[in-house]
């Protein structure tokens, strides 16, 4: 088992750059997470799916962020026009369904110029 | 405000000796509490949860203690090592709307330094 599996592990983008960040699941884990971690703000809560469908997106900036899971196999973490503030490192996690534990990905590390 | 607030921002335990990490939350809806470990550059992993319909947890060196009515969690860790050095994230969940999985919210973690 692979666990979960986020790519690319570090990207560098110009400001105002579209970034589009990756994640692949445990096989079989039906739960998928994002967040976002800063040293200022910590480990925060962006998004999450389950069974492919969005069910709580509460923690996903208004403007720029979005977030799909087309399958099962993977989800997308969208950033439009980036900014230096969105530089982060961005962790996948999923879970079976009615599971507690979350199993973490390596993350993303975002730079953003 | 922080929902989930770890005060202690680092501390160092002697070799052999408990170490003890707190936890204080403020939203009355968390139900699972989690510490999770995290060394530099690598992604959280849980080390031991609890449900709120329990307060305390044992698992090797590893305890949960849960106190709800004062809306506070610790972690202790029994005959500390140096490989134990590391950052300790607390966290506690609510169920979403959906009802399946716990959104959890994180503190800003504790470093943990075990001394030889």
């Known amino acids: 088992n692979a666990g979960v599996i986020q790519t690319p592990r570090h990207k560098v983008t110009g400001k105002g750059q579209e970034a589009t960040l990756w994640c692949e699941p445990i096989s079989g884990h039906s739960a998928v997470f994002w967040y976002r971690q800063t040293i200022v703000q910590g480990l925060e809560f962006l998004t999450y799916?389950?069974?492919?469908?969005?069910?709580?997106d509460s923690g996903m900036p208004k403007e720029r962020f979005s977030a799909q899971m087309p399958n099962q196999s993977h989800s997308t973490l969208k950033i439009q026009s980036t900014q230096p503030q969105d530089s982060a490192v961005y962790l996948c996690a999923s879970s079976l369904v009615q599971q507690d534990t979350q199993y973490f990905g390596p993350g993303t590390r975002l730079l953003v110029l | 405000g922080q929902q989930v607030k770890q005060s202690s921002p680092s501390l160092t335990v002697q070799e052999g000796g408990i170490s003890i990490l707190n936890c204080d939350y403020e939203?009355?809806?968390?139900?699972?509490f989690a510490w999770y470990k995290k060394y530099p550059d690598n992604s959280p992993t849980l080390l031991i949860s609890v449900r709120s319909n329990v307060d305390k947890r044992e698992d090797g060196r590893l305890t949960v203690f849960l106190n709800k009515s004062g809306k506070h969690f610790s972690l202790h860790i029994t005959a500390s090592q140096p490989e134990d050095t590391a950052v300790y994230l607390c966290?506690?969940?609510?169920?979403?709307?959906?009802?399946?999985?716990?959104?959890?919210?994180f503190g800003k973690g504790t470093l943990l330094t075990v001394t030889p």
């Open positions: 939203n009355d809806m968390f139900d699972y």
């Open positions: 799916f389950r069974n492919q469908a969005p069910i709580d």
């Open positions: 966290a506690a969940g609510a169920r979403n709307s959906g009802g399946s999985n716990y959104k959890l919210t």
